[in-house]
């Protein structure tokens, strides 16, 4: 997993509620347990103006000009600004995927459906918490301003604006330690190799017929 230190991204406003993984990523789609792949079918049903099907070439499909993703002002972003209850409805862990896969690292937004918020973090999405008036603000300062980029300081828990201003966040400690260090669920197991090893070594000389 990749680490996440200090990112700056152009943020992209997603200003619906009730987001639910479906429409993150709908579920002709799930085909796949990899975790790359998805993002050219994140948010498929607002995205395109046709009927996406599974295994199909994206490239000649025609884009909504009306997606905020679709329009030119948001090319590259990799900061989602949304409102409350993101990532509600079903547990799919491939919502998390393709976002992260279309070139999201973090989001931003009110409140999060509590089985996304916690599968974000092991997928090394950063989904972080403000208060509705704060989002709000955000939300009117990316409108008027184009190519509108914020700064993420996991370490330091805050979010900058272009003009300084610091906006400090909330996140669990355990959390921040395996997003800055890289670490999924196998990897903070991996840092047990040797114990593991030792474990199974120890336990093929004491009882070498469960091993035959």
């Known amino acids: ?35 790359s792949g998805f993002g050219p079918n994140l948010f498929d049903e607002l995205r395109y103006l046709d009927e996406g099907q599974p295994d199909a070439d994206n ?18 972003a990799s900061v989602l600004l949304a409102r409350e209850n993101f990532g509600c409805g079903s547990s799919r862990e491939h919502a998390p995927w393709a976002l992260e896969d279309f070139g999201f690292r973090a989001i931003i937004a009110p409140s999060y459906a509590d089985i996304f918020f916690n599968n974000s973090f092991k997928n090394g999405l950063l989904p972080i918490v403000l208060d509705d008036a704060t989002v709000d603000r955000l939300f009117k300062a990316v409108a008027a301003n184009e190519g509108y980029e914020l700064t993420i300081d996991l370490a330091q828990q805050k ?27 196998i990897g903070l197991t991996l840092q047990d190799a040797d114990d593991i090893r030792a474990y199974e070594a120890n336990r093929r000389q004491q009882s070498p017929w469960l091993f035959s």
């Open 59 to 76: 490239s000649g499909r025609p884009l909504n000009p009306d997606f905020v993703l679709n329009q030119p002002r948001y090319q590259g």
């Open 1 to 35: 997993m990749k680490p996440f230190t200090v990112h700056k991204g152009i943020a992209a406003p997603m200003d619906r509620a009730n987001i639910d993984t479906d429409m993150i990523i709908p579920k002709q789609f799930l085909k796949s347990i990899k975790r």
């Open 159 to 185: 979010v900058i604006t272009p003009d300084g201003e610091e906006i400090p966040f909330e996140v669990d400690a355990f959390r921040k330690h395996c997003l800055l260090n890289g670490l999924d669920d």
